[in-house]
C-alpha cells in the first residue's frame, strides 16, 4: 500500500480485515517489519485513541515513533500557496512536511476541518499537501473529510461480532452541542459500502443527507424509528449540517440513541467511535449494556492501524 487516505487506497479489503485480525490474535507476530523504521504521528488536533494505539501498534511492528502536537508545539504554520508570510505564520506546510520526511519512514497526520467553508474543508488540502511535499508514505490519522482507520477498526469490529452473510448496519446521526466534522460518517459509509457483507442505512434529519460521494446507493431516511428496526448494529454519531455546512440546525432530542431505540433494533450492537457525551448521544443504559461495544471497537483501532503499518512497510500489499 501506497499511502492511506481511504478505503480506494486499500488494494484487498478483506485481506487488510484479515490482517487486523491476525495481529489481534499474535500481536507481535510482525515484530521485524518495522524494524529500524521512524513512525511521525502529526497531531493539529486532540486525540486520544488515535495517538495512543497508532503508537502501540508501530511498536507491535517493531516500529520507533515520534509524536508531535504541531499546534501547539511548533511554528504556526502557513497553508496557503504563494502568500507575503509577514503574519503571525513562521513556516509553510511545504517545507514542514518536506522536514519531516526526512525524519520519518511513514507520517501520520490529523487536521480537522473549520467548518467554515466546504468548498475548503473538502479540498482536504492540509493532507494532500502533506502527500504532495512529503517523500514518504502519509497515513490520514483523520482529516477534514475521513476518518480511515477508524473505519477499519469499525469493520474488523463488525466481522468480529457477527458472521452474517448480509449485516443490517445503522448510521444513526444523533444529537450534541456542538459543530462537528463529518469525516467519521462518511468515511463509515464509504467502507461499509466498499463491504459486501453489509447493508448500509443511514438516518440523519433533514439538512443532515451526507455527500453522495460517501453515502454511494446507502438508504436514506430521516424517520429513525423506521431504520433502526432489525438492525444488527447501529453506529451513532454526530455531525454538523451537510446543507447549511458546519452549522447545528437540529437540536431534537428524541435522536439520542436510547434503551428504547435499541429495542427496536435485532438485538443489536451499539457502536460509537469515542469520544462520546454520555446522555446526549446515547444513554449510559446502552453505552453500558451487554450489547455497546465501544471498549472493543476502540481496542481494535490498534490492529487497524497495526495491519496498515504493515501493508505500506510491507509495500507490495
Ligand atoms: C471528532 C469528530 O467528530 O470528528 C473526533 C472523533 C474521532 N469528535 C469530536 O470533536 C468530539
Ligand atoms: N476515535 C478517535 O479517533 O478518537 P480520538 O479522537 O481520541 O483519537
Redesign the pocket.
Known amino acids: 500500500m501506497e499511502k492511506f487516505l481511504s478505503v480506494n487506497d486499500v488494494p484487498n479489503l478483506d485481506e487488510l480485515v484479515k490482517s487486523a485480525l491476525e495481529i489481534k490474535a499474535n500481536p507481535v507476530a510482525y515484530s521485524e517489519v518495522g524494524k529500524h523504521k521512524m513512525l511521525g504521528l502529526i497531531f493539529f488536533?486532540?486525540?486520544l485513541?488515535?495517538r495512543l494505539s497508532t503508537q502501540r501498534a508501530a511498536r507491535h511492528l517493531g516500529m520507533d515513533v515520534m509524536v508531535m502536537n504541531i499546534d501547539k508545539e511548533g511554528w504556526k504554520i502557513e497553508t496557503q500557496d504563494g502568500v507575503i508570510m509577514d503574519g503571525d505564520k513562521a513556516e509553510h506546510l511545504k517545507d514542514a512536511a518536506a522536514v519531516i520526511s526526512q525524519y520519518c519512514d511513514i507520517i501520520g497526520v490529523r487536521s480537522?476541518p473549520n467548518l467554515n467553508s466546504k468548498e475548503e474543508d473538502y479540498a482536504d488540502a492540509v493532507m494532500k499537501d502533506f502527500v504532495k511535499f512529503s517523500h514518504s508514505p502519509i497515513v490520514s490519522l483523520?482529516s477534514a473529510t475521513r476518518?480511515p482507520l477508524?473505519s477499519l477498526a469499525d469493520l474488523v469490529t463488525i466481522r468480529e461480532n457477527s458472521s452474517k452473510p448480509k449485516k443490517k448496519v445503522v448510521l444513526t446521526w444523533a444529537p450534541?452541542p456542538?459543530a462537528?466534522?463529518?469525516?467519521?460518517p462518511n468515511s463509515f459509509a464509504e467502507w461499509m459500502n466498499a463491504a459486501d457483507d453489509v447493508e448500509l442505512v443511514i438516518t440523519a434529519p433533514e439538512g443532515y443527507e451526507l455527500d453522495p460521494e460517501f453515502a454511494g446507493d446507502a438508504t436514506f431516511t430521516t424517520n429513525q424509528d423506521e431504520a433502526l428496526k432489525d438492525a444488527d448494529f447501529v453506529y451513532a454519531?454526530?455531525?454538523s449540517s451537510t446543507k447549511e455546512y458546519g452549522k447545528v440546525v437540529c437540536t431534537d432530542k428524541s435522536w439520542e440513541v436510547t434503551a428504547e431505540k435499541m429495542a427496536l433494533t435485532n438485538d443489536g450492537k451499539f457502536m460509537h467511535?469515542?469520544?462520546?457525551?454520555r446522555n446526549v448521544v446515547a444513554s449510559d443504559e446502552v453505552l453500558d449494556s451487554d450489547n455497546s461495544l465501544i471498549i472493543a471497537e476502540a481496542n481494535n483501532r490498534t490492529f487497524a492501524a497495526a495491519a496498515v503499518l504493515r501493508a505500506i512497510l510491507e509495500k507490495d500489499q
Open positions: 488536533n486532540p486525540s485513541r488515535t480537522f483523520e476518518h477508524q450534541h456542538r462537528l466534522p463529518q469525516a467519521v454519531k454526530n455531525w467511535c469515542l469520544p462520546i457525551r
